[in-house]
């Protein structure tokens, strides 16, 4: 079982609708991360957080630290939304070194 | 613009060569990543520097070597004894330290890593 599970794998949404990508790890961790990879390969860092929730812009992210779940939301999607959406958690201090889960692969249609 | 400089884009090896993959950063952060990436799978760590002259081994570390004799440079060097060497590389980097706990990673454009 990965210490880091995405779900769901693949998700296809038409533009407008609102979408929801969880996150569910096994480990003990210090933070959460949400990146974004587009098609290109290059990763962008969306949110860290340890607790509670996060917004920027249309995208949402919460953490549920009891439950150890986070879900990522987009608001009012785009098909400049259309990526790949990874969770990655944080467990070694001061190394910083991160568990990554699968990936999650956007479609979003116009 | 800071970033991370990841170079090239598109490299071929052919079987028995060792080849070399650049990661250059000018962010000032202590510490370099490199990641493997796999259709299916996450982000699996190779190795990791967290100051000049130091490195560790990550989780996938075998037929790989890397060198950190400038903080801005963290080269990965693929050698014959990686077996299945084709793969997307990444690398990333962060402010690490005391009282710089679970910072950002800063991640390149990648390194597609193909066998002739």
């Known amino acids: 079982k990965n210490e880091v599970e995405q779900s769901p794998q693949n998700l296809t949404a038409q533009e407008g609708e609102f979408i929801t990508i969880n996150c569910s790890y096994s480990?003990?961790?210090?933070?959460l991360h949400w990146l974004q990879q587009h098609p290109g390969g290059g990763i962008v860092s969306l949110f860290m957080?340890?607790?509670g929730k996060k917004k920027h812009g249309r995208l949402i992210a919460t953490i549920n630290i009891q439950e150890k779940h986070s879900s990522l939301h987009i608001t009012a999607s785009h098909p400049r939304d259309s990526a790949v959406y990874i969770c990655?958690?944080?467990?070694?201090?001061?190394?910083?070194?991160?568990?990554f889960g699968t990936g999650t692969l956007l479609a979003v249609q116009p | 613009d800071g970033g991370i400089t990841q170079s090239p884009k598109y490299l071929f090896r052919k079987e028995g060569q060792n080849v070399t993959l650049s990661c250059e950063q000018n962010?000032?952060?202590?510490?370099m990543y490199w990641y493997r990436q796999d259709p299916g799978q996450g982000l699996r760590l190779i190795y990791y520097?967290?100051?000049?002259?130091?490195?560790q081994k990550g989780d996938i570390a075998e037929g790989y070597s890397v060198s950190r004799e400038k903080k801005e440079s963290f080269p990965l060097t693929v050698t014959s004894a990686q077996k299945n060497p084709t793969a997307f590389y990444l690398c990333?980097?962060?402010?690490?330290?005391?009282?710089?706990?679970?910072?950002?990673?800063?991640f390149g454009d990648g390194t597609r890593l193909s066998i002739l």
């Open positions: 990333a980097s962060s402010i690490v330290g005391v009282g710089y706990s679970n910072q950002p990673q800063h």
């Open positions: 480990v003990g961790i210090s933070a």
């Open positions: 957080l340890s607790s």
């Open positions: 990655a958690v944080g467990y070694g201090g001061a190394t910083n070194k991160l568990i």
């Open positions: 962010l000032n952060h202590d510490a």
């Open positions: 520097s967290q100051i000049v002259n130091d490195f």
